[in-house]
Every structure is written in structure tokens, then in C-alpha cells.
């Protein structure tokens, strides 16, 4: 079954902290595993992908097929950071992804 | 350029009642896809919609349906509306019809009472 775990509810650091979202993912074949951030009061939006291999607002990604995770890192988190986090993985079927249940990250001053 | 367009935002509804509602995508773009976010089932898909064709569903009874116009706008319909159907709906839209990058919409939260 493809599915998505997010393992942390809730994770809260202080600024200028590193800071490790988890998230696993188990699915037959060459995933592709996206970032999906929500920001207080806007939309969800595609924060990363792995295919890309880019940093984005400080963020990076790294797919290890071993253990089948994509957790997102920052060395040094700001208080703008605070949102939900989701991972997402795009289905077998196509045109659909698949989310986990979220991560939010509070960044305290 | 506008993003994705999803009215009403909010909506109260009673058991049994039906309910629609509606996506405008970005311009340009041919791909519509729409969501389920609850606190318990976070995010689910619900159907994905290309140039009026459905080319993917979630597993959601035959309850929830929708459709995609020629001008790329969606709507998704509920029908005999259950307590659990409160949610807030999500409708992406994608110039490619793949998952590369979705644009989401602020969504529609139905409440259903």
C-alpha cells in the first residue's frame, strides 16, 4: 500500500535551531515525494520536491530509498517557519497525492 | 495572475441535503484536482478532472461526484449529506495535468448539522 507517515504531530524549537520534519513513505517503485507547507491563514503550497534537489527558504530534502524517508531540514529555523508541514507522495495512478497527516512546527523566539 | 478561485467558502448544510461546490482554476491551466482535509483523515483525494475527463478517483462513496466544463472550471457535488461529510474541501489546479506542482485554493468548509 502507498501511504505517508508524519510521525510528529507537533515539534516546536527555539530559533536559530536546526530543525528535522519526519516523514516515511513506503510505495512499490521510484517514488516522487513532495514538500506541501500551509502558512497561518493561506494556502497550501508546494514548499519542495525531491526531484529538484533544490533549497528553498533555507529547506532542503534528500530521498534515502533505503530507509524509504524524505525529512525536510533546516540548520538554523526562524520564527517565520511556523506553519504545517505536509508530506506528500504522488500515487502509482498518477494525478493524485498522496499527504500525510502534517507536522507542525512552532518556532519560538 | 488570479489563483485558484473556490466559492462559497463556507457552508452549512443539514443531513440529507445536497451540496455543490465550485473551482476556477488558474487561467491556462487544464487539471483539476480536488481534496478532503479533516482533523482525523488529514488530506484524501477525491477526483482528478483533465479537459473534462475524470481521470482518477479516491476511495469516497458514489455520493460525492463531479464534473469539469469546457472552461476548466469544476464543480464537485455531494448528495445525502452525512454528519462526517464536514470537512473542509481543497481544489488544486496543475498546468501540466500531473502532479508536479499543484496550486490549491483557500477551499470551501462545509459544515454539515
Known amino acids: 500500500a502507498q501511504r505517508v507517515t508524519q510521525p510528529e504531530k507537533l515539534l516546536s524549537v527555539f530559533k536559530g535551531a536546526p530543525v528535522e520534519l519526519k516523514c516515511n513513505y513506503s510505495?512499490?517503485?521510484?517514488?516522487?515525494l513532495f514538500w506541501y507547507v500551509q502558512y497561518s491563514r493561506q494556502r497550501l503550497q508546494l514548499l519542495l520536491r525531491?526531484?529538484s534537489r533544490e533549497s528553498i527558504k533555507g529547506f532542503t530534502a534528500d530521498l534515502n530509498k533505503g530507509e524509504t524517508s524524505f525529512h525536510l531540514k533546516k540548520p538554523f529555523a526562524q520564527e517565520e517557519d511556523s506553519a504545517m508541514y505536509y508530506c506528500?507522495?504522488?500515487?502509482?495512478?498518477?494525478?493524485?497525492?498522496?499527504f500525510g497527516q502534517g507536522t507542525e512546527l512552532s518556532v519560538k523566539p | 495572475k488570479a489563483g485558484v478561485t473556490q466559492t462559497p467558502r463556507y457552508l452549512i448544510k443539514t443531513r440529507g441535503q445536497q451540496v455543490t461546490l465550485s473551482c476556477s482554476p488558474i487561467?491556462?491551466?487544464?487539471?483539476v484536482s480536488w481534496y478532503q482535509q479533516t482533523p482525523g483523515q488529514g488530506l484524501q483525494f477525491l477526483f482528478e478532472?483533465?479537459?473534462?475527463?475524470?481521470?482518477n478517483k479516491g476511495n469516497f462513496p458514489g455520493r460525492f461526484s463531479g464534473r469539469q466544463f469546457s472552461n476548466s472550471r469544476s464543480e464537485m457535488n455531494v448528495s445525502t449529506l452525512e454528519l462526517g461529510d464536514s470537512a473542509l474541501y481543497l481544489c488544486?489546479?496543475?498546468?501540466?495535468?500531473?502532479?508536479?506542482?499543484?496550486?490549491f485554493g483557500s477551499g470551501t468548509q462545509l459544515s454539515v448539522l
Open positions: 510505495y512499490s517503485g521510484s517514488p516522487e
Open positions: 525531491h526531484i
Open positions: 478532472y483533465f479537459s473534462e475527463t475524470q481521470r
Open positions: 506528500a507522495l504522488s500515487s502509482l495512478q498518477g494525478g493524485k497525492l498522496i
Open positions: 487561467s491556462g491551466h487544464r487539471s
Open positions: 488544486a489546479s496543475s498546468s501540466t495535468g500531473g502532479v508536479e506542482k499543484l496550486f
